[in-house]
C-alpha cells in the first residue's frame, strides 16, 4: 500500500515512454556539448572510480581534484593504501573536511588487499560491504568502473527527475529508497548508461540546481512538470523588480 503512494510521488505510473525518450535524448544531447571534465572520468579503473567516489561524498568535485591526484601519486593501489598511515590520509584530504574518510579509505585498501586479492569487487553485495560504501558509490562503480547498466541516485538527481517527471510530495534518498532506484532504472537507457549517469549529474549541478534551476534556458522545459511554476516566479520577480 505504502508503495503505490510513494510511487504516485515521484511520477505517475502512467509516464509514457515517449516523455522518457524525450528526457533521455534531450539530456544527453545538451551533454554532448556542456559535460564537465574530471579525471576519474578518464578511467575506468575500479580503484580510481572507488577513490573518487570516497571523496566526492558530500564536497564539490572543483575541490575534490588536485587531492584526488595527490591521492593516486601517494597510494596508487589497494595495496599502497592498506600500508598507509590513517594520519597521513588525513592531513592529506584535511581540505575536503569529513575527516572520518581517512579511516574509511584506510579501511577500504586493508579489505580489499586482505579479502578481495587487492581488486574492487563486481557485484552489488559485496561492494555494499565495503567501508563508506552505500547505494549510490556502489551502483557508481558497476556503471562507471564495470560498464554495467546501473543508475546512479543521489539527491540532486532525484531532484531532476522530481521536478521533470513531477512528483507529489518532496523527496529524498533513503526515504523512498526502493521506489526511486525503481524510477531512475525505467528512465535509464538501455545503451550507455555511463554517459547517461554523467549527464543527469552534470545537468542536476549546472542546470536543474536546488536553487535559482535556469529554466528559461533550460533543454527540458516544454515538457517539465515544474517548469511553469518556476518559469512564473520568475516573471513575479522580474515584475517586482520592475515596479
Ligand atoms: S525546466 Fe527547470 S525544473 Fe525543469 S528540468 Fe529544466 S531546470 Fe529543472
Known amino acids: 500500500m505504502q508503495r503505490n503512494t510513494d510511487r504516485k510521488a515521484i511520477a505517475p505510473p502512467y509516464v509514457a515512454a515517449v516523455k522518457m525518450r524525450y528526457f533521455r535524448r534531450r539530456l544527453m544531447a545538451w551533454a554532448r556539448k556542456m559535460r564537465r571534465a574530471f579525471p576519474w572520468r578518464e578511467t575506468s579503473d575500479p580503484y580510481r572510480i572507488i577513490v573518487a567516489e570516497l571523496l566526492l561524498q558530500q564536497t564539490f568535485a572543483r575541490k575534490v581534484v588536485p587531492i584526488y591526484e595527490e591521492f593516486l601519486r601517494r597510494y596508487p593501489s589497494a595495496t599502497e593504501l592498506a600500508r598507509a598511515h590513517a594520519s597521513k590520509i588525513r592531513s592529506l584530504i584535511l581540505p575536503l ?23 574492487v569487487p563486481d557485484d552489488l553485495r559485496s ?37 521533470f517527471f513531477g512528483s507529489k510530495k518532496p523527496l529524498r534518498p533513503g526515504e523512498t529508497d526502493r521506489m526511486i532506484w525503481e524510477f531512475a532504472e525505467r528512465v535509464l537507457p538501455q545503451r550507455d548508461a555511463r554517459r547517461y549517469n554523467i549527464a543527469i549529474l552534470d545537468f542536476a549541478a549546472l542546470v536543474c540546481t536546488h536553487y535559482k534551476p535556469q529554466c528559461s534556458t533550460c533543454p527540458l522545459r516544454k515538457h517539465c512538470k515544474a517548469a511553469p511554476s518556476f518559469l512564473a516566479h520568475e516573471r513575479d520577480s522580474l515584475r517586482i523588480v520592475g515596479h
Open 97 to 119: 573536511g569529513l575527516q572520518y574518510r581517512a579511516k574509511t579509505l584506510k579501511a577500504l585498501g586493508r579489505i580489499l588487499v586482505e579479502e578481495n586479492a587487492g581488486k
Open 127 to 163: 561492494l555494499l560491504k565495503l567501508p563508506g560504501v552505500g547505494a549510490y558509490t556502489a551502483n557508481a562503480v558497476l556503471c562507471f568502473a564495470y560498464g554495467k547498466r546501473r543508475p546512479v541516485v543521489d539527491t540532486n538527481v532525484v531532484r531532476v527527475l522530481q521536478r
